[in-house]
């Protein structure tokens, strides 16, 4: 069988530059996910670290109860799968740096528009906000009851 290897190569000349490009894009995507605040870099996550869990429920339990359940919403969204629906360095994101959250990153714009209250800076620290997204993974592997 005789292969006709100028087409072979023109085809890769074309499809090559088309897939790195497709490839670019999608990795973009994921930092797009990432959303708006101090955490720009991926987080590696261990598994759930019970210390940092109940630390979480105890911030949670002062500063964020008044607006948030995890079964039905309150003045904010219910947060039962939030780790199953946004990336941890989104939700990160979204507990340090709330308010610019919903003015660039479209996700916390789309929830503002439907929520129509503005989540505010609840004053956490940077290890306080990984105890809380440590908490809500708990929670979602329904290893703790909130
Ligand atoms: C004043 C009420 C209020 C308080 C207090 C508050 N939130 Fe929110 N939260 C909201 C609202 C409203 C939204 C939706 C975005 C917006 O409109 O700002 C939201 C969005 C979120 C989201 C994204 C939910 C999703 O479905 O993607 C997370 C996560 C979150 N809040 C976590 C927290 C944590 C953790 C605390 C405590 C440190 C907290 N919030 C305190 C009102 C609040």
Not at 108 to 137: C, G, I, N, W
């Amino acid at each position: 069988m005789k292969i006709n290897i100028k087409l072979t190569t023109k085809v890769i000349a074309v499809i090559l530059p088309i897939l790195l490009f497709a490839i670019s894009l999608g990795s973009c995507g994921v930092k797009e996910e990432y959303g708006i605040g101090p955490v720009k870099e991926e987080m590696k996550l261990e598994p759930i670290n019970d210390k940092m869990v109940a630390r979480g429920k105890e911030i949670f339990d002062v500063k964020c109860i008044a607006c948030h359940k995890f079964d039905v919403r309150l003045v904010g969204p219910p947060l039962k799968d939030v780790t199953k629906r946004r990336r941890p360095e989104w939700i990160m994101n979204q507990i340090l740096n709330p308010i610019e959250m919903t003015q660039k990153d479209q996700t916390s714009k789309e929830l503002f528009a439907q929520y129509l209250v503005q989540m505010t800076f609840q004053d956490v620290s940077h290890p306080d906000a990984r105890a809380l997204l440590e908490y809500f993974r708990a929670v979602d592997e329904n290893k703790v009851t909130p």
